[in-house]
C-alpha cells in the first residue's frame, strides 16, 4: 500500500516563493519516477512536473523556469519548488508515484492547497 503525504501549502503573495514535499512510503521510492500535479479551482486535475529515478525532470509549460522538481532518496521525499508565483498558481497540489506496468498510483494523497494573492 503506497502512501503519499503532501505538505507546506499555504498562503503566499504573488512573486513569492513556497517549498512543498511529498513523503512517500509503502514503496521502493528510489526507483521510481515521481511527479506533481495540480488542480485549480473548478478544473481538472493537471499534470506540472516529474523527476525520474535518474533525476531527470520535465515540466508544463506553465511553470517552466518558476519551478524546480527534487528528490531526497534518503528521506523518501520529493520536493516543488515554487518561485514567482502567480494567482493562476492557485490550486490544490498533489504528488504521484509512477511504477512500471502500473502507472501513475491511483490512490491520491490529501494534497495541500497554495493560494497566490495579488
Known amino acids: 500500500q503506497v502512501q503519499l503525504v503532501e505538505s507546506g501549502g499555504g498562503l503566499v503573495q504573488a512573486g513569492g516563493s513556497r517549498r512543498l514535499s511529498c513523503a512517500v512510503s509503502?514503496?521502493?521510492?528510489?526507483?521510481?519516477?515521481m511527479g506533481w500535479f495540480r488542480q485549480p479551482p473548478g478544473k481538472q486535475r493537471e499534470f506540472i512536473a516529474t523527476?525520474?529515478?535518474?533525476?531527470?525532470?520535465t515540466y508544463a509549460d506553465s511553470v517552466k523556469g518558476r519551478f524546480t522538481i527534487s528528490r531526497d532518496n534518503a528521506k523518501n521525499t520529493v520536493y516543488l519548488q515554487m518561485n514567482s508565483l502567480k494567482p493562476e498558481d492557485t490550486a490544490v497540489y498533489y504528488c504521484?508515484?509512477?511504477?512500471?506496468?502500473?502507472?501513475?498510483?491511483?490512490?491520491w494523497g490529501q494534497g495541500t492547497q497554495v493560494t497566490v494573492s495579488s
Open positions: 504521484n508515484i509512477y511504477r512500471p506496468g502500473a502507472g501513475w498510483y491511483d490512490y
Open positions: 509503502g514503496t521502493i521510492f528510489s526507483l521510481n519516477t
Open positions: 523527476i525520474t529515478a535518474g533525476g531527470s525532470t
